[in-house]
């Protein structure tokens, strides 16, 4: 593959305002639209970060003194005008109270996708419109392919870095406004481009902590931030016996064996979180299984919500390999996912990312990881859905 050029989901330019975070791939991608010929703004976000915990800093992750000044030197190198968005207010409102939330109705969420949703693709995307750009483009390994029947988000041609997962919220009408200049790279690429180019971030490793967090530690910002959601209870077996107690339901992930601080006679792994009692459940793996979960804010990225159910892959984690599955859409911005075979580790809170091969159709955040506890209403919820 060459790495002189990169063909973005447009044929004509126009003015870009690129997503800058100091990193390699986002610089790369102002370099290669800056090689195309696009007008390119570059803008930085600042983020909202807690106050300095311990010798931390009290500055968000993806936006560090560092960080900031490494995309001011790409942009001088590159000969773009940078600029920094303060959006410190609608970050901390959005999505730091949303992980605090989540937290609280006993699921684990993923504050990168609902970043993507409520910050970058609709905040800064607005902001990039208002300043007369034609597009936003960003470091997202995720490519756009416009077609006779709309645009089509497709998983990176590098499935190690693919952030297809994270995007699965994207309208019709953001992929309109959307570009991902590195989508046809491998990690690799994109580091010799970046060398290429004299970039001095060719060869910076990736942060993987969550941002806002002074020191990595979610646990300690749990307990600094909300009391109800730290208290202890009960860890409970299948049957209900308690074999021990929890120190509060979010230090705690499904799947986990181990630090439960129980005693039993084979490995048991936490099953569920049952926030109505403040329990743990934990049971053998065997029963780790879920045959079919119901996810809820549904994003069809066609547009169009599928009339009768349909076969897919579905992803339920970030890194999990996808599951042979049968996806039914219900009222409500609601669907009902069987899966072929057990999914190990469906979590509430978390994705669920369904595919046509490399293709995204969209997907939704996890509410019940045992579809069976709606049983009495899903054939008319299904039904439903299908005349809608």
Known sequence: MSILTSTPNQTDKGRVVVAMSGGVDSSVAAALLVEQGYEVIGMMMRLWSEASVGPATATNRCCTPDQMADARRVADKLGIPFYVADVRQQFR??????????????????????????IRFTYLLERALAMDADFLATGHYARIESTS???????????NKDQSYVLHTLRQDQLAHVLF????????????????????????????DLCFLSDGDYRRFIRDNSIQIHQPGPILDLDGHELGRHQGLPFYTIGQRKGLGIAAAEPLFVLRKDTARNALIVGPRDSLGARELVAEGVNWISGIIPTSPITAQVKIRYKAAPIPATVTPLGGERAHVRFDEPA?????????????????????LIINDDAREEEGHLISGIAEGIRG
């Open 344 to 364: 190990f580790g469906v979590t509430p809170g978390q994705a669920a990312v369904f595919y046509d091969g490399s293709v995204c159709l969209g997907g939704g």
């Open 93 to 118: 409102q959005a999505i730091v109270q949303f992980f605090l939330d989540e937290h609280e109705a006993g699921r684990t969420p993923n504050p990168c996708v609902e970043c993507n949703r409520q």
């Open 181 to 208: 200049p590195i989508s046809s790279y491998t990690k690799d690429e994109v580091r010799e481009i970046a060398r290429r180019f004299g970039l001095s971030v060719a060869s910076k490793r990736e942060s993987q």
């Open 149 to 159: 029947n709309g645009y089509v988000l497709m998983q990176g041609l590098d499935l």
